[in-house]
Structures are given as structure tokens and as C-alpha cells.
């Protein structure tokens, strides 16, 4: 699967796109903790205290919101999903000002 990352979720994983072979990233999940593993200081910027999806992040799994479906961050991924990373939406934690610090 392909982990894309747009604006500054690019700066944050220093690249714009990551091939995932890892069958156990089988949910979006399980593709988060994956992420965090390779990335810890990303944690904040995706997870909130409650270890849930933060809100005003706008993540796509294969173009479709996983927040509109039953199963939302437990959304089933396939070998061949795409998985979309922006920027929040709102003024929060992660801003330009932020990232240039880190």
C-alpha cells in the first residue's frame, strides 16, 4: 500500500509518499501505529490523548473519508489502498511555525 503525505504531514515523514509492504498495516489503525513506530514525534500530530483519529485531521483511505464509514479508523486496507495524510484543518499544534522548530 501507499502512504501519501500532503502539505505539511510531508515535512513532518520527510517525503511525500512511503510503499508499505507490511501485511500486519491491514486497517488504518494498525497503518497509524506503523507510521508512529517509524516516526514517534508524528504521534501528536495524528492521535489524540484518547488514542483516536484526531479531528481535524483529514485522512483518505482510497479516496473515501474512513470517519463516514462504521468501522472509521479500523477501516479495512488492501495491498493496492492508498491512505491520503493532510495537513489540519484548523490552527492547531502542527503549524508551519511549529515544523521549522522541530
Not at 479500523?74 to 491512505?83: E, G, M, N, Y
Amino acid at each position: 500500500m501507499q502512504a501519501h503525505f500532503y502539505a505539511n504531514m510531508r515535512t513532518l515523514f520527510g517525503t511525500s509518499s512511503l510503499a508499505v509492504d507490511d501485511a500486519a498495516a491491514d486497517t488504518l489503525r494498525k497503518l497509524i501505529a506503523l507510521l508512529i513506530e517509524l516516526r514517534p514525534d508524528a504521534e501528536p500530530n495524528l492521535l489524540d490523548l484518547n488514542g483516536n483519529l484526531r479531528p481535524d485531521v483529514p485522512v483518505y483511505v482510497d479516496g473515501r473519508n474512513p470517519r463516514l464509514t462504521p468501522t472509521g479508523i479500523d477501516t479495512p486496507l488492501k495491498p493496492d489502498s492508498i491512505v491520503s495524510f493532510f495537513s489540519p484543518i484548523s490552527s492547531g499544534k502542527m503549524n508551519v511555525e511549529v515544523m521549522r522548530e522541530a
